[in-house]
């Protein structure tokens, strides 16, 4: 009887070992995926600010765009009243 109780006890003894390095390992599994959360909000943060930024200079940037075919076409116009103007002055 004492000797089935001392296998018993080993046997438990062995089983609560494994359920404390299961334990350990479920700990730094959590830990590590919190860090990997955590790298991937900060990613996903840095990566929102620099779609807001790139937003923004793409309206700039079509802003110029339209003032710039504005210029284009007042340039344009201005060539046309003055090839006209030349022409009326040759005759």
Sequence with gaps: MVHEYQKLSQTFEDIKAENGCLKNSS???STAQLEDTGSLQTELSKLKI???LLRTKSCELSSENER???VMS???RSSVSLGKLHETQKL
């Design 68 to 70: 710039l075919s504005q």
């Design 50 to 52: 620099e779609n807001d």
């Design 74 to 76: 007042s340039w344009t």
């Design 27 to 29: 700990v730094e599994s």
